[in-house]
């Protein structure tokens, strides 16, 4: 699902896509970053986007809400 930094839902933004590795997020046409909740969406929407670019243009990058797996585990380990 793609979403934005406006969503009234608040989905999870655990991925996004930005203009090569460390550039600038890339945004729709209301200017709004594109957040993605499954790496799998993230990564088709970079296919579509860099379809006859050579080298490609945009990457694939963690979102905000992201967490490292360090974090996670933490925060699990009484549940699990």
């Known amino acids: 699902m793609r979403t934005n930094a406006f969503s ?3 989905p999870l933004r655990l991925f996004m896509l930005r203009y090569g590795k460390r550039g600038a997020p890339v ?3 209301q200017g709004n970053i594109l957040y ?3 790496k799998e969406e993230a990564k088709r929407s970079r296919d579509e ?3 006859g ?3 490609p ?3 694939v990058s963690h979102g905000p809400d ?3 797996k360090s974090e996670r585990k933490i925060k ?3 549940l699990c």
């Open 36 to 38: 993605f909740e499954t």
């Open 66 to 68: 992201h967490q490292p």
């Open 57 to 59: 243009i945009f990457v």
């Open 76 to 78: 699990c380990e009484p």
């Open 8 to 10: 009234s839902d608040n």
């Open 49 to 51: 986007l860099n379809t």
């Open 27 to 29: 945004r729709n046409s």
């Open 53 to 55: 670019a050579t080298p």
